[in-house]
C-alpha cells in the first residue's frame, strides 16, 4: 500500500511537519512524564484510527522501557489495573480532547478536575498540546492513507 502522497516531498507538508515537531520537542522537554506523553499519543492514535503514529507510538514507548502489558491494555485502559490514577485521568482527557464532536460539551469539567488533581498547571499545558498535536499528525497520516509497520524508534530524530 503507498500514502496518496508522500507528506515529506511537499515543501509545504514538510516545513509544517518541522514546526509541528518542534513543538512536540517543547513538550517533550517539560515535566508532563515521557510514558505519559507516549500513553496519550498512542490512545488518540488508536481512536483516530492512525496505522502510522500507533505503530511509531508503541515501538517508541516499548524502546523506552514500556512493559507489552501496558501497551497491549491502552484500548482499554478503563478495565486494566497496570495503570496510575494519574495516568488514567490523562487517558480520559485524551479521549475526551479526541473525541471532541462526539459530545455536545466537548471535554467534560469532571474529566478536567480529575486531570488537575494529578499534573500542575505546566504539566496540564503540555498535555493539551500533546493531545492537540497527536491529533494533527494523526489526521495528516489518516488523510493520506499512510501505511505502518516498518517504524523504527528515532526514525524521525
Request: with cysteine.
Amino acid at each position: 500500500m503507498d500514502a496518496r502522497l508522500n507528506l515529506l516531498d511537499s515543501p509545504v507538508v514538510a516545513k509544517s511537519l518541522r514546526h509541528i515537531s518542534s513543538a512536540g520537542k517543547v513538550i517533550s522537554d517539560s515535566t508532563l512524564p515521557a510514558a505519559t506523553q507516549e500513553l496519550v499519543r498512542l490512545r488518540a492514535s488508536q481512536i483516530n484510527g492512525c496505522s502510522l503514529c500507533t505503530d511509531m507510538h508503541t515501538k517508541e514507548a516499548a524502546h523506552a522501557g514500556e512493559t507489552s502489558t501496558r501497551l497491549h491494555l491502552v484500548a482499554a485502559w478503563r478495565e486494566a489495573t497496570v495503570f496510575t490514577d494519574a495516568e488514567r485521568a490523562a487517558l480520559e482527557l485524551a479521549e475526551q480532547g479526541t473525541r471532541i464532536a462526539d459530545a455536545a460539551g466537548g471535554v467534560t469539567d469532571e474529566a478536567w478536575a480529575n486531570a488537575a488533581k494529578h499534573y500542575d498547571e505546566e504539566q496540564l499545558a503540555a498535555l493539551v498540546a500533546t493531545i492537540a498535536i497527536i491529533n494533527a499528525f494523526n489526521r495528516l497520516n489518516v488523510i493520506v492513507q499512510q501505511p505502518a509497520g516498518d517504524y523504527q524508534p528515532g526514525q524521525f530524530g
